[in-house]
Nanobody
């Protein structure tokens, strides 16, 4: 599966952004989808994941209550709605696909190219 992330940009603290990830192929519904982020000088970290059906989600503690992951299997897309953004959310955000349920980036098989999110204070 090929993934294409979009929606990043520059926003002030407290603002919102919506990231989207479009997948190619007819097997999108067979993958768990995740969002990860990587800030300069830091390791890539888990942000959120959503189950194949969309009925299950998992979030990194610092984004709980602010970010919402969703998916549309008919359109082969996964979204990340980010509200109440903070400067520490600044990073390159990546979408990824995994056959299993995991928060570890090493377990994800397919990756999008990344989209930059910058939150100014």
């Amino acid at each position: 599966v090929q993934l294409q992330a979009s929606g990043g940009g520059l926003v002030q603290a407290g603002g919102s952004l919506r990231l989207s990830c479009a997948a190619s192929g007819r097997t999108f519904g067979s993958y768990v989808m995740g969002w990860f982020r990587q800030a300069p000088g830091k390791e890539r970290e888990f942000v959120a994941a959503i189950s194949r059906s969309g009925g299950g989600t998992n979030y990194e503690d610092s984004v709980k209550g602010r970010f919402t992951i969703s998916r549309d299997n008919a359109r082969s897309t996964v979204n990340l709605q980010m509200n109440s953004l903070k400067p520490e959310d600044t990073a390159v955000y990546y979408c990824a696909a995994d056959r299993g349920w995991s928060i570890f980036s090493g377990n994800y098989d397919y990756w999008g190219q990344g989209t930059q999110v910058t939150v100014s204070s």
